[in-house]
């Protein structure tokens, strides 16, 4: 199973906007609406942000939403804060109890 | 609270096994699968292996990186997770995350614990 696609970087300004994606193929993103992205930061535990393609759980800001359309999935941070700054990651499930990360994307608040 | 606590982390020669355990507290750990995560120095996340709960039969897969080296398990008794590692390689060096499986995402994630292969 070969790793999800991100781009290495991202940056914006705070208050801006900020798009990561993230393409897979029909065996994963494609293929199920079980897209999940999490947020890093330096040292610690990656932290669970957007679930099923667009579910945010129990205290995650509104400002993090996720979309998906063929093999692609979204995630758009908005309204930028110093604290966003971090790496995010998408998941997808893919297929027989398996499940795919991407690379990675680092995201900085200039 | 919902926690994951990671341990039996350490340094190991090439070849060589270890084992690591997760002590989950705060849920019912018996409804829940449970995966392993790994990340290496510098780099990104990778799903390792995971586990069903017991109306799915217990059920363990891996990624192809580590199959038929690493073996998952789980007690419910305990609440404890375990990851059986053997044959391990220079490029098994990670941190390793235990984390709760809710069927479509990973929810809750262990602090990791660090596995160093080398000579």
């Known amino acids: 199973q070969s790793a999800l696609t991100q781009p290495p970087s991202v940056s914006g300004s705070p208050g801006q906007s900020v798009t990561i994606s993230c393409t897979g193929t029909t065996t994963d993103v494609g293929g199920y609406n079980y897209v999940s992205w999490y947020q890093q930061h330096p040292g610690k535990a990656p932290k669970l942000m957007i679930y099923?393609?667009?579910k945010r759980p129990s205290g995650v800001p509104d400002r993090f939403s996720g979309s998906k359309s063929g093999n692609t999935a979204s995630l758009t941070v908005s309204g930028l804060q110093a604290d966003d700054e971090a790496d995010y990651y998408c998941n997808s499930y893919a297929g027989s109890n398996n499940f795919v990360f991407g690379g990675g994307t680092k995201l900085t608040v200039l | 609270e919902v926690h994951l606590v990671d341990s039996g982390g350490g340094l190991v020669q090439p070849g060589g096994s270890l084992r690591l355990s997760c002590a989950a507290s705060?849920?019912?750990?018996?409804?829940?699968?449970m995966d392993w995560v790994r990340q290496a120095p510098g780099k990104g996340l990778e799903w390792v292996a995971r586990i069903t709960n017991k109306p799915s039969s217990y059920t363990a897969n891996y990624a192809a990186s580590v199959k038929g080296r690493f073996t998952i398990s789980r007690d419910d008794s305990k609440n404890s997770l375990s990851l059986q590692m053997n044959s391990l390689r220079t490029e098994d060096t990670a941190v390793y995350y235990c984390t709760r499986d809710a069927f479509t995402a990973l929810d809750v994630w262990g602090q990791g614990t660090m596995v160093t292969v080398s000579s």
């Open positions: 705060g849920f019912t750990f018996t409804n829940h699968y």
């Open positions: 099923e393609v667009s």
